[in-house]
Every structure is written in C-alpha cells, then in structure tokens.
C-alpha cells in the first residue's frame, strides 16, 4: 500500500543552524509533495508544494527538493528560529485524484 | 487563503453518545474533507464531504458511525455516533481552494474529543 515515511519522529537543532526533515514514499508515484506545519492544538498549515518535474523549489528561508530516483523529499529551514520548532507534516498527491497521503510528521524543536 | 471555523474545539463526552462537529470555511471551495488525527500518527482521511449528496468514505469508516451532511458549498458537519474510548482523537475539517488556491488544503483548528 501507499506510504509515506518522515524517518525522524523528533529533530532538535540549535537556533541558527539548518533544520533538515526527510520524507520517503514507497509503492507511489506522487505527482506532487506538499509540506505543512503544524503547531500544538491547531490544525496543520500549507508551506509549500513541489512538483515532480520540479528539483527544488524556495519560499524566503525554507527550501525543498524532490528527488524521484530516491523516492524522497528533502525540507530545510536555514538560519532556524526557536519560532520554526512546531511538528512539520509531508504529504503526497496525485493529479485528478483530489486525495493526500500524509506521513506521522516530524517534531522540530529548535533549542536557542 | 480560506479560513475555516471549526467547533467545538473540545468536548469531553460520555460512552454511547453522539457529537456533532461542524465546519465553516469563509469562501467557495471545490472540496471538504474530513480528517482523523490519532497521536503520534498520521492524519487520516475519513471522508470527502459531498454537496447535496452522501458523503465518500475511505476503507475502514462508515456512514452509519461518521454520518457527514455538506448542504452548501461552504458547511459540512461530522457526526461521530455512539461513541467509544476508541474514538478519542483529534477531528480535522479541511477544504480546497479554486484555482490557483486548488491543490493545497486549509485545516481547521480541530476537535479533541475525549470518551470516557
């Protein structure tokens, strides 16, 4: 069945360096993978979306990549602020399927 | 980006009751879903909430527990019936946009439910 797979359940990272989350899919060929935030007690956020004819793509200090031979999405936060720790989910897409698959989410805790 | 009032945000019900969760999203949108949020695990889908007709449900769930009703365009409520401690978890409403807004979903804040 189709999974997605955020290896790491919690990353703690020391303020101002670079927070690197991991997204693996397996028995899929998503068309698109999106990435949301999600803080205690809130429903989760949309950050960005990234196609799969798309290598990298940037919104201000976050940055994600797709690697289809890998079967994997890369999500970096550079200059990391305590503001940034909150638990960051991956999902995955198809066209014409109105449907997400999301993975367990990393929590990302910044430390100052 | 759309905004979606979700209530209530908790409650606290006895085993064997009903609940009604409601949702209101402040624009059109093309879809509705409903989500489950167990902890420490993924969301997951429930259902796709159908203007004017019955609700899609994903494997695993029923209308008969999780009747959904969407009349209009921008309201859709969930019902989780005769309820167990099983069904304590988190319940997320969310929508696409139009357009260019379409492939993202925007969440509600969510209901914690507890059973006891």
């Known amino acids: 069945s189709q999974k997605i797979e955020q290896n790491s359940e919690a990353l703690n990272i020391q303020e101002g360096k670079t927070a690197t989350l991991t997204c693996n899919y397996t028995n899929y060929s998503p068309a698109y993978l999106q990435w949301y935030r999600q803080d205690p007690g809130r429903g989760p956020v949309f950050l960005l979306l990234i196609r799969e004819n798309e290598k990298e793509k940037r919104k201000e200090r976050l940055k994600v990549t797709f690697d289809t031979t890998l079967k994997q999405s890369l999500f970096h936060i550079t200059a990391s602020q305590p503001a940034d720790s909150a638990t960051y989910l991956c999902?995955?897409?198809?066209?014409?399927?109105?449907?997400?698959?999301f993975g367990t989410g990393t929590r990302l805790t910044i430390i100052p | 980006s759309a905004v979606i009032s979700q209530k209530p945000s908790r409650d606290i019900c006895q085993r064997g009751t009903s609940l009604t969760i409601q949702c209101q999203v402040d624009?059109?949108?093309?879809?509705m879903f409903w989500y489950r949020q167990q902890p420490g695990q993924s969301l997951t889908l429930i259902a796709t909430?159908?203007?004017?007709?019955?609700?899609?449900?994903e494997s695993g769930f029923v209308i008969d527990k999780f009747p959904i009703s969407r009349p209009n365009l921008t309201f859709s409520t969930l019902t989780v019936s005769n309820m167990s401690p099983e069904d304590s978890s988190i319940y997320l409403c969310?929508?696409?946009?139009?357009?260019?807004?379409?492939?993202?979903?925007?969440f509600g804040s969510g209901t914690q439910l507890s059973v006891l």
């Open positions: 969310s929508a696409r946009g139009r357009g260019q807004r379409g492939e993202k979903l925007f």
């Open positions: 999902a995955a897409g198809q066209n014409g399927n109105e449907k997400l698959t």
């Open positions: 624009s059109q949108v093309t879809m």
């Open positions: 909430a159908n203007q004017g007709s019955e609700a899609t449900y």
